[in-house]
């Protein structure tokens, strides 16, 4: 890897207006990797520019035509996997098998999108009236930085479907990715103006973005705290805002969950990705009757996670930065400080680790629900288990929450399974699973944002409806 030096600006790589870097920092080993360019306001004024001219011709493309874009994104993206694995990992530190499964899923999301949007009706007759679904406009995407090449693909790929352009400001941290990412839109044919990237810090390209007059709608993930902001910097232009923000979700084990299956789904849904997933299940609600049983399992699978290296065959990487890092010990502490019982992991560094920034697999039993680790989105491999009595007791832990983004059930009855998915105020709920699937709505409720993603329903976000009557 090495420097990241240009913008991509109305199809083609351009210098920045200033020449203002920063470092780019490899999680694994700390040490500094290259130079990030940083754009700034004039940048985001030359992509949007670019963005509002180009939707003129590119909003009138066919739906066949679209279609075909799609395809051809689709077969470079999966031409390039191996690139933005390779990618994925220098930025973010993600474990290289998962950093590729993310870049295929990615890449199988455009198939599945340029499917959808094959068959989508645009135009629909109603009574006296025709209801027609057309581009919003000028896309402001800013994705976040833990599964940069889904996230990024997530927003750019439904806007560009649905004769959106697009200006995206992707994760500082996360440079070499987007550096992939806008090479396969080039390679892919995107006509000119209609994908556009400036890479730069949130607080100045980002916010410039979010308060252009010429952006039409901003879609932003990333912390709740940052999604108030960009909402106050949106509402000055009156701009379509959707966002997927913070969550703490609730994973119920039922008293008759298959043990097995439920440990799997508490361990791989927090500390897969080194817990860098605003849908982790991070609160693991247990029957108080099968206390003892689940608390040792679940200890002793996180106890065995491999944590190192992560182009080696290990399970856990480093977290994303420093930063990250002293956030999730001061979280630990927390636990520890408010009477939390430690069964595994706990402050500091693996064992042997002497560089980058590793945290160690931690669960806390004898959380109750109002301490600090179980209302606040940690953000690292951090799972506090929570008993229960009844069953109606466990929705109601797992509906006290500020967030409500994603929720787990696992259970040995269909019925009953699906009876607490019902109850449960989330907009995602993954029953005996925690693979989501890619084409489901996924969003939101409460303070997890609002909008959705993935499938017709990130089709639609990027649509106005007209009415034509008469």
């Not at 800013?142 to 990024?152: E, F, G, R």
């Not at 080194?274 to 609160?283: D, I, K, L, N, V």
């Not at 909008?451 to 649509?463: F, Q, Y």
Request: charged share 20%; with cysteine.
């Amino acid at each position: 890897m090495t420097d990241v030096l240009r913008l991509y600006i109305d199809g083609a790589w351009t210098e920045p207006v200033e020449g203002r870097t920063a470092d780019i920092v490899n999680p694994a080993t700390g040490e500094t990797t290259g130079q990030l360019a940083l754009g700034n306001e004039a940048d985001v004024d030359r992509a949007v520019e670019a963005a509002k001219r180009a939707f003129v011709s590119y909003s009138q493309l066919s739906v066949a035509e679209r279609v075909e874009l799609l395809e051809a994104i689709a077969a470079e993206y999966e031409r390039r996997l191996d690139d933005m694995a390779a990618a994925v990992t220098a930025d973010v530190g993600t474990p290289l098998f998962l950093a590729r499964l993310s870049a295929e899923a990615a890449a199988g999301s455009v198939r599945e999108l340029a499917e959808i949007l094959g068959k989508y009706p645009f135009e629909e007759r109603r009574g006296d009236y025709t209801v027609r679904k057309e581009p919003i406009g000028v896309c402001g995407l800013i994705p976040p930085w833990n599964y940069p090449a889904l996230q990024m693909t997530e927003k750019v790929v439904p806007a560009l479907a649905a004769g959106c352009t697009t200006v995206l400001k992707p994760a500082e941290i996360a440079p070499y990715s987007a550096q992939v990412f806008a090479e396969i839109l080039h390679a892919a044919g995107v006509p000119q103006g209609a994908f556009n990237m400036v890479v730069g810090k949130g607080s100045v390209a980002g916010s410039a973005l979010t308060k252009h007059p010429d952006v039409d709608m901003i879609s932003f993930t990333g912390s709740t705290a940052v999604g108030i902001q960009v909402q106050k910097d949106a509402a000055d232009t009156v701009k379509r805002v959707t966002q997927e923000l913070g969550g703490k979700s609730a994973h119920i084990i039922l008293p008759d969950a298959d043990i097995e299956t439920a440990v799997s789904m508490a361990v791989q849904g927090v500390i897969s990705n080194s817990g860098q997933t605003c849908t982790a299940p991070t609160r693991t609600l247990i029957p108080s009757s099968r206390k003892d049983e689940l608390v040792g399992a679940i200890a002793a699978a996180v106890q065995a996670v491999v944590v190192g290296d992560p182009l080696t065959q290990v399970f856990m990487g480093p977290v994303a930065s420093e930063r990250q890092w002293h956030t999730v010990q001061r979280y630990i502490q927390a636990g520890i400080d408010e009477g939390a019982t430690l069964v595994a992991g706990g402050p500091g560094q693996p064992e042997g680790v002497k560089s980058g920034w590793f945290a160690r697999p931690t669960v806390f039993a004898d959380v109750t629900n109002d301490m600090t680790i179980a209302r606040e989105e940690i953000f690292g491999p951090v799972m506090s288990l929570i008993t229960y009595d009844t069953v109606d007791e466990a929705v109601d832990i797992a509906n006290d929450s500020p967030y409500g983004l994603t929720a787990y059930v696992t259970g040995s009855d269909p019925e009953q399974v699906r009876d607490v998915a019902a109850r449960v105020r989330a907009g995602q709920v993954l029953l005996n699973r925690v693979q989501p699937d890619l084409t489901a709505p996924f969003g939101g409720y409460k303070q997890s944002g609002n909008g959705r993603i993935w499938g017709v329903a990130g089709l639609e976000e990027n649509l106005e409806v007209k009415a034509v009557v008469g």
